[in-house]
């Protein structure tokens, strides 16, 4: 199939004669979406063993999460494209140019997405997908992938690196437990030259060689990245457990091969910091909200303020299954106190035999009970199903979607429906 230019970032309108087919078959395309991005991943990764070998993540694909987020963010791109009103579709894809950005995804890779995901459209649609149909479909994908590709070269040149080359050699300096679980490390340059500037919330991507002799590639968020020589970063290892529907789900590749392989002295390949979860100035007051793991930027936001010597109202909310499960515990006890205008509220599903108070709860995090300041900027990171029940409460509150920003790790199923 032949396709237009890439368009110019804020010039993504339709052909008025493919607008109207992407509406009329948008109902069906979309229903059948979820069916499509399996078949198209089996394609390309047949074609292409390399990239699932070396770039893509073998655990999400092998649970499902990345067809999903695909699906999600195909669907959500379509329906904006086409709408009369409403959100710009280019805002649904910021977070998935960080991403590709941290990757070092680069223009030339678009049209292998392409040969195959139309391939796919066509095993699944069968006679459904006539020239006409397929046209005005290859014409959003098109759209789509210019947008990205003007991003993406946006985020490359704001880095200062070529298109696509965002990998330096760095050297782990030190690691310390923060948790059963978790651990931190501490990374820099071999010669102990300055690293790129970090905005706080950011991440950067970490590769491995498995010694399957794969190249996968993991985003962690820097939770410290004020030393010009050095970046910190923490790695949770993934146990094995159970999805949603049942399925065992096999233990974190990357995360448990750090643990058990990085140490002082050694080298690993680092990216550049990509990510869009970053705190702008502002004197707006600030409510950071975080589970588990999630609470990775909200360090390196918190590291920020208290550097800055920022006077901004603070509120940090932070749940988590216990005390001694609690990565960043007493560091984030430490950041709080140092800031006159932050406090700090805590929940813990086991609280063992500590007293509950006002800042330190039993349970799970319930905002009903907490007093969101007015025009406050929420920034939230945790699992999904902790930001999906967060967001509802917070809209309930009558925050505004605008003010309410969020980092998920992993694939972006929430995309959809955010």
Same mark, same amino acid.
Request: with cysteine; aromatic share 6%; hydrophobic share 40%.
């Given at each position: ?257 750090? +643990?058990?392989?990085? *140490?002082?002295? =050694?080298?690993?390949? %680092? $990216? /550049? ?131 309410? +920003?969020?980092?998920? *790790?992993?694939? =972006?199923?929430?995309? %959809? $429906? /955010?």
């Amino acid at each position: 199939m032949t396709h237009p230019p890439h368009p110019q970032l804020g010039d993504f309108m339709l052909s008025t004669k493919s607008a109207a087919v992407v509406k009329a078959t948008l109902p069906v395309i979309g229903a059948a979406i979820g069916d499509i991005t399996p078949v198209f991943y089996q394609r390309m990764f047949a074609a292409h063993p390399e990239l699932l070998r070396d770039l893509f993540n073998r655990g999400n694909q092998a649970q499902g999460d990345q067809q999903s987020a695909l699906a999600g963010a195909i669907a959500a791109y379509a329906t904006l494209l086409v709408a009369e009103d409403g959100r710009d579709p280019v805002e649904v894809l910021a977070r998935i140019a960080h991403k590709h950005a941290s990757l070092g995804i680069t223009e030339d890779q678009y049209p292998i997405v392409h040969e195959h995901l139309f391939a796919a459209i066509v095993e699944v649609l069968g006679d459904a997908v006539t020239p006409e149909v397929a046209s005005a479909w290859d014409e959003v994908y098109w759209h789509m992938a210019g947008a990205l590709v003007t991003i993406e070269k946006r985020l490359y040149a704001d880095a200062g690196v070529a298109d696509g080359d965002v990998w330096r050699t760095l050297v782990l300096r030190r690691r310390r437990q923060e948790s059963p679980d978790t651990v931190s490390f501490v990374l820099g340059s071999p010669d102990g030259s300055a690293l790129p500037t970090a905005r706080p919330g950011q991440y950067v991507s970490l590769q491995v060689t498995l010694p399957d002799g794969a190249r996968q590639i993991r985003q962690y968020s820097l939770t410290r990245s004020a030393e010009p020589s050095e970046w910190e970063i923490s790695v949770k290892a993934v146990p094995s457990g159970h999805g949603e529907d049942g399925t065992i789900v096999p233990a974190g590749e990357v995360s448990n091969f750090l +643990h058990q392989n990085l *140490f002082e002295g =050694d080298e690993i390949r %680092a $990216s /550049a910091p990509f990510g869009e979860l970053v705190l702008e100035d502002s004197h707006r007051p600030l409510v950071l909200i975080s589970a588990g793991i999630g609470i990775t930027p909200i360090i390196g936001i918190l590291h920020y303020l208290a550097g800055t010597d920022s006077d901004r109202e603070v509120l940090v909310l932070h749940a988590d299954r216990s005390p001694a499960r609690h990565a960043h515990r007493q560091q984030l006890k430490e950041l709080v106190a140092a800031m006159p205008t932050a406090s700090l509220q805590r929940w813990y599903e086991d609280l063992g035999v500590r007293p509950t108070r006002d800042v330190l709860r039993a349970g799970r995090v319930d905002l009903g009970t907490v007093e969101i300041p007015t025009d406050a900027e929420i920034y939230l990171c945790g699992p999904l199903p902790f930001m999906e029940s967060v967001h509802t409460s917070l809209i309930d509150q009558q925050v505004p979607e605008a003010d309410i +920003h969020y980092e998920v *790790f992993g694939p =972006d199923k929430w995309l %959809a $429906s /955010a």
